[in-house]
């Protein structure tokens, strides 16, 4: 079992920026997919970026590219997302999943491992 533990999240204002952490344990493995999602009340849950945790390559939804930025620290096992330059449309919770592949992948049904999600509010 993984266990994930996400933090960071908050209020900013638009144009702002807040740095969220997921903090892995457990059976983590660096042959593992790291990710992130959101959801907003109604809608699915919604690929936001990925990183694959030995190879270091990323990918990211077009809604955050060139604002967010993905990345992860070995010796913590924790891994990151700098959200810059944030929109009230980037409201949602924010959920870190792990996936037992080094393969990226959008769909969240491919992922084995969520977090309890953090709150990220985005006022205008």
């Known amino acids: 079992q993984v266990q994930l533990v996400e933090s960071g999240g908050g209020l900013v204002q638009a144009g702002g920026s807040l740095r969220l952490s997921c903090a892995a344990s457990?059976?983590?493995?660096?042959?593992?997919?790291m990710a992130w999602f959101r959801r907003t009340p109604g809608k699915e849950r919604e690929f936001v970026a990925a990183?694959?945790?030995?190879?270091?390559?990323?990918h990211y939804s077009d809604s955050v590219k060139g604002r967010f930025t993905i990345s992860r620290d070995n010796a913590k096992n924790t891994v990151y997302l700098q959200m810059n330059s944030l929109k009230p449309e980037d409201t949602a919770v924010y959920y870190c999943a792990a996936r037992r592949s080094t393969v990226i992948t959008t769909a969240n049904n491919h992922y084995d491992y969520w977090g309890q999600g953090t709150q990220v509010t985005v006022s205008s």
């Open positions: 457990g059976r983590t493995s660096s042959r593992y997919t």
């Open positions: 990183i694959s945790w030995s190879l270091g390559s990323t």
